[in-house]
């Protein structure tokens, strides 16, 4: 139970919650298996299509990690990310300048989809919550920020106003046939399997 994977993983998570960032939060899904964890991110800033979007996803942990990377998921619809594809991510763990690169062009697992149907994936994406581990984007994202306000960490006023008043309405869910639609349309922008571009 206690290989070196295994106390890295403690480790790493122990040290996600103590120093909690306001745009990424992650833990394993179970106590029995830390090498499968879940995340929920910010998008980038304004004025990235992805801006005031919440994402959730997955990261599986090899039995070698961390001689070995872990590959990502995302769950909640982007038009970036084809979902529940694994990605191509030269990142190496829990920190949110990290992913930034993620969002721009080229990735494997990619999709190109319109920044409209980007934006209208931002704003479906507060509503969206995990049907594995039950977590609400919004809701996790809430109770980090009130962390994150309690310890005196900044969070910065385009992210704290996520969900406050546009997005979550019933206006929404009227768009989400649409949005889907349009999403089955946008091909994934390319082919194969991960590359390893691992660093
Ligand atoms: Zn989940």
Not at 122 to 137: K, Q
Request: proline letters at 8%.
């Amino acid at each position: 139970m206690s290989s070196p994977s295994t106390r890295r993983l403690l480790k790493e998570s122990s040290d996600l919650h103590k120093n909690p960032s306001p745009y990424f939060t992650a833990a394993p899904i179970s106590d029995t298996n830390l090498h499968d964890w879940h995340f929920t991110l910010a998008g980038p800033p304004s004025p990235s299509p992805y801006a005031q979007g919440l994402y959730h996803g997955r990261i599986t942990f090899p039995a070698t990690y961390p001689l070995r990377p872990p590959s990502f998921r995302f769950l909640t619809p982007s038009g970036r990310f084809e979902v529940n594809r694994e990605i191509c991510l030269s990142i190496s763990g829990h920190h949110e300048e990290t992913w930034q690169p993620a969002w721009g062009q080229g990735q494997v697992g990619g999709m190109e989809g319109s920044d409209e149907l980007r934006r209208e994936y931002a704003r479906l994406s507060l509503g969206w919550s995990c049907r594995e581990c039950g977590v609400g984007n919004l809701e996790a994202m809430r109770e980090l920020w009130g962390v994150c306000l309690e310890r005196g960490i900044e969070v910065e006023d385009e992210i704290a106003a996520v969900g406050g008043s546009a997005g979550v309405d019933a206006g929404v869910e009227g768009q989400r046939e649409t949005v889907e639609a349009e999403a089955e349309a946008a091909a994934p922008a390319s082919e194969g399997g991960c590359c390893s571009c691992w660093k």
